[in-house]
C-alpha cells in the first residue's frame, strides 16, 4: 500500500519561499507509469493542480503558477518537493501531494497525502 | 481552458438514489474520475474512468459519462456518503488535470 506525507513548514512569511517534501512509501518512486504532483485547496474552496513531475525530471506546471513554482524528485530519498516563491496570503491553503496513475485511457490522483496547512502571514 | 461544471449542492434522504452531475464540452470523449472528500479529509477516488470502482469501494457508486454530461451516482445513500463531490479529467490539449468545482452532498 504506498503512502505519501507532506512535510514542512506550516506558516511561511509573505513574499519569502513555501518548500513542501512529500516521502513516499510502500513502493518505489521510481517503479511503475506514475507521475507524482502537488494540489492545493484554500479553505471552504475548491481543488487547483499545481504541477506534477515524472521521476526522469520531466515536469508541467499549471500555467497560472508557473512562474513562481519548482517541482523536483529525489529518487534516492524517493521524495519529490515543491518550492513557491514570492508567496502572499492567497498561497494560504491545505497542500497534497498525490501519484498520478498513466494510462492510455486517461490520467486520475490513486494516492494523496493526508494534506499540510500552510499560512502565509507575517 | 476546459471546464468543468458541478451543481454547488446536492440533497437527498437516506436510503433514496443521489445523482451529481458534472458538465463538460464534449466530456463524454473523456474520462472522467470522481472523488469523495470528508471534511479534513484528503480526497479519495470512488470512480475512475468513468464507471470502475476502486477496491474497497461499495457497489453503491457508479458512474456514467455520455455527450456533455457525467454522472456520479450514490444508491442507498448513507449518512456515511456526506461529503463534496469532485470530478476530474485531464485535457489533453494543455496536458493537464482539470477539477469541477466540487459538489457537497447533503444526507437530509
Known amino acids: 500500500q504506498v503512502q505519501l506525507q507532506e512535510s514542512g513548514p506550516g506558516l511561511v512569511k509573505p513574499s519569502q519561499t513555501l518548500s513542501l517534501t512529500c516521502s513516499v512509501s510502500?513502493?518505489?518512486?521510481?517503479?511503475?507509469?506514475?507521475?507524482w504532483s502537488w494540489i492545493r485547496q484554500p479553505a471552504g474552496e475548491g481543488l487547483e493542480w499545481i504541477g506534477r513531475i515524472f521521476t526522469s525530471g520531466s515536469t508541467t506546471y499549471n500555467p497560472s503558477l508557473k512562474s513562481r513554482v519548482t517541482i523536483s524528485v529525489d529518487t534516492s530519498k524517493n521524495q519529490f518537493s515543491l518550492k513557491l516563491t514570492s508567496v502572499t496570503a492567497a498561497d494560504t491553503a491545505v497542500y497534497y501531494c498525490?501519484?498520478?496513475?498513466?494510462?492510455?485511457?486517461?490520467?486520475?490522483?490513486?494516492?494523496w497525502g493526508q494534506g499540510t496547512l500552510v499560512t502565509v502571514s507575517s | 481552458s476546459y471546464v468543468l461544471t458541478q451543481p454547488p449542492s446536492v440533497s437527498e434522504a437516506p436510503g433514496k438514489t443521489a445523482r451529481i452531475t458534472c458538465g463538460g464540452q464534449?466530456?463524454?470523449?473523456?474520462?472522467v474520475h470522481w472523488y469523495q472528500q470528508k471534511p479534513g479529509q484528503a480526497p479519495v477516488v470512488v470512480i475512475c474512468y468513468d464507471s470502475d470502482r476502486p477496491s474497497g469501494i461499495p457497489e453503491r457508486f457508479s458512474g456514467s459519462n455520455s455527450g456533455n454530461t457525467a454522472t456520479l451516482t450514490i444508491s442507498r445513500v448513507e449518512a456515511g456518503d456526506e461529503a463534496d463531490y469532485y470530478c476530474q479529467v485531464w485535457d489533453s490539449s494543455s496536458d493537464h488535470p482539470v477539477f469541477g468545482g466540487g459538489t457537497k452532498l447533503t444526507v437530509l
Open positions: 464534449n466530456i463524454g470523449s473523456k474520462s
Open positions: 510502500g513502493g518505489s518512486i521510481t517503479s511503475g507509469s506514475y507521475y
Open positions: 498525490a501519484r498520478v496513475k498513466v494510462s492510455n485511457s486517461g490520467f486520475y490522483f490513486d494516492y
